[in-house]
């Protein structure tokens, strides 16, 4: 991140090393240098680089199997992340976690689901409790709203009044199922009805999502209560490393209103080229720098 930058400037050097971050990701998963699975944020970066860049430094983040984009705002530590995703002993723990099991300072994810409403809600319990003033923001997606944890727990948050954002990215599927398909009823009446405060955006607009959560974040931190906000993004990429069930024409219609070249619009042309040059350099960098990190010992793992 350049200090340099002015804030539309900084929103589009953030989305721009999410984009590239996963798209190299993806070549490199092509090749065998990865381990395990991965799920990309194509297309959803606006709403990562909007809510993040106003949460204080300690307040806790908690993200699901969809992360890098999360992980890169809050950080900005890409080597450390493709160095987890290749099984290094410095990844952010130790090669172990890979894509779907980390956690850096105050961010942490998790491939289970709903379980990841019930930890963040317990987390922002205990920072109320210990009255640091620290507020804690889980994202989830649409389908997980199929998971009756994260109903025992939007009751738990709302009776204890727990500084809780609830975060729900609705990218239309849950992996192959349309949302059509899989879920009935109101999103945002699903928070409502624990006495939530809930809403709705719909938007890949960087600056319009970051106006719309700055009260949201503001009002979650002095109320001590929680917040349950639906933004209705498109994921760009498929579900995993290869499968999509999506109609390509559907795909292609929403690729017309995505978030990096709405932003690019809005700046000098000869200033997005050098950060765009500035990411790769660093994209390109971050790579080789993991690629010769050692590998854990058989000690450091238990198996000798």
Not at 84 to 107: D, K, W
Request: with cysteine; net charge negative.
């Amino acid at each position: 991140m350049d200090k340099n930058d002015t804030f539309q400037e900084n929103l589009y050097r953030q989305m721009f090393l999410i984009r590239r971050f996963e798209e190299r990701l993806l070549e490199l998963f092509s090749e065998g240098a990865f381990f395990g699975t991965t799920h990309c944020y194509i297309g959803q970066e606006a709403n990562a680089v909007a809510i993040i860049n106003q949460l204080q430094k300690d307040d806790i983040i908690f993200s699901n199997h969809r992360c890098h984009g999360h992980f890169l705002t809050y950080s900005d530590k890409p080597e450390l992340l493709y160095a987890e995703l290749m099984g290094r002993a410095t990844g952010l723990v130790g090669g172990r976690g890979g894509s779907q099991h980390i956690c850096y300072e105050n961010f942490y994810t998790n491939g289970i689901q709903g379980g990841i409403v019930a930890a963040a809600t317990g987390m922002a319990l205990a920072e109320k409790i210990k009255k640091t003033g620290t507020m804690a923001t889980v994202f989830i997606g649409d389908g997980t709203l199929g998971q009756g944890v994260v109903y025992e727990s939007l009751n738990m948050a709302s009776l204890w009044s727990v500084p809780l954002l609830v975060v729900v990215e609705n990218n239309r599927w849950a992996q192959s199922s349309r949302v059509e398909n899989e879920l009935a009823g109101s999103m945002v009446k699903r928070g409502e009805a624990f006495g939530i405060d809930s809403g709705e955006i719909d938007s890949t607009d960087a600056e319009e999502l970051h106006a719309h959560f700055g009260p949201i974040i503001e009002k979650v931190r002095s109320q001590q209560r929680p917040h349950f906000e639906v933004i209705h993004t498109y994921r760009l990429c498929h579900h995993s490393k290869s499968d999509d069930a999506r109609p390509k024409e559907e795909v292609e219609e929403y690729r017309k209103n995505e978030p990096l070249p709405k932003m690019r619009a809005r700046l000098d042309g000869e200033k997005a080229a050098t950060i765009e040059r500035d990411v790769e350099r660093r994209i390109e960098d971050a790579i080789t720098w993991a690629r010769e990190q050692p590998f854990p010992h058989l000690q450091e793992q238990g198996l000798a």
